[in-house]
């Protein structure tokens, strides 16, 4: 197995590709100094859309696929995956200190943390669970190559994975560095700062990859895992944030169109 070829390496990169997308989208800040709350949640919506999309067709479809041989218990890793994925997200939920945008009390362990860091943080808790996706969609496919069953799909359905999280994470980016821009920091810090809550997707990576790869036997818990933490990231936070300014109808909107994007580049790329 090459380097180029060996799933952590892939996921690493993938990994870098998002945080890149994350970088992209926190520059747009430069091209003018504020974005309407409107267009903030019309952006967010679209983003859960994609988070869905990619924890349901990127993640369970295939540990579906994969735990099938189980028969009727086909559901028992699976729902062990989802649980452990998001309680591993309220755990950290509970224990870094973060707040959102639209809130005023910090969340997590007590610190005297300034609020602009605690806008960073919140958005980094967001790119935790999109890099174990991506690291593990990566070491499942490599471990479906081995096992020489669906290898091809499998790396198929990585790279959807990989293009809708990095479709996602361009507002995202964008989101993070308009929070900061409306508190007062200059356009040059707010981009710096969006591109360093970025920083957690290649982080997330690498060990999601590590840990696809122990055993086949795992795959559909790991799999798992990783939606069920995008999913809480999404109901918890993504979602609350994109209806908390009046504009809920069109979130909604722009989150079902979140869906059909990822279900269109499925289709084009698998």
């Known amino acids: 197995m090459t380097i180029a070829s060996h799933p952590v390496f892939q996921a690493l990169v993938a990994g870098l590709l998002s945080w890149l997308s994350v970088s992209l989208g926190a520059a747009l800040i430069f091209t003018r100094r504020e974005f309407s709350r409107r267009a903030m949640d019309c952006l967010l919506g679209g983003a859960g859309g994609m ?20 028969g009727r218990l086909t559901f028992v890793p ?55 996706a991506i690291g593990v969609g990566y070491g499942a496919a490599a471990a479906e190559s081995v096992a020489a069953q669906g290898a091809a799909s499998g790396l ?10 990095m479709l996602q994470n361009v507002p995202e980016g964008l ?39 122990i055993t086949a036997g795992l795959l559909p818990v790991a799999l798992s895992f990783a ?16 209806n ?15 869906v059909c994007l990822v279900i269109m580049l499925s289709a084009l790329v698998g």
């Open 51 to 70: 988070m869905l999309a990619a924890a349901f067709f990127g993640l369970l479809q295939p540990a579906l696929e994969l735990a099938a041989h189980l």
């Open 227 to 242: 939606a069920g933490a995008m999913i809480y990231v999404v109901v918890e936070e993504v979602v609350p944030e994109a």
């Open 175 to 213: 989101v993070v560095s308009t929070a900061l821009r409306a508190e007062g920091f200059s356009a040059r810090k707010s981009c710096f700062y969006g591109v360093l809550s970025g920083l957690t997707a290649p982080l997330g990576a690498v060990p999601g990859a590590l840990a696809a790869g």
């Open 244 to 258: 908390a300014s009046g504009n809920g109808n069109l979130a909604t909107v722009s989150c079902i169109t979140g």
């Open 156 to 165: 198929a359905t990585a790279l959807v994975l990989t293009f809708s999280i």
């Open 78 to 132: 699976i729902v062990s995956g989802l649980l452990l994925g998001a309680a591993f997200l309220w755990c950290l939920d509970r224990v870094l200190p973060h707040i959102h945008m639209l809130q005023d009390t910090a969340e997590g362990i007590s610190t005297s943390w300034r609020r602009s860091i605690l806008l960073v943080t919140a958005m980094a808790l967001h790119h935790i669970p999109e890099g174990l």
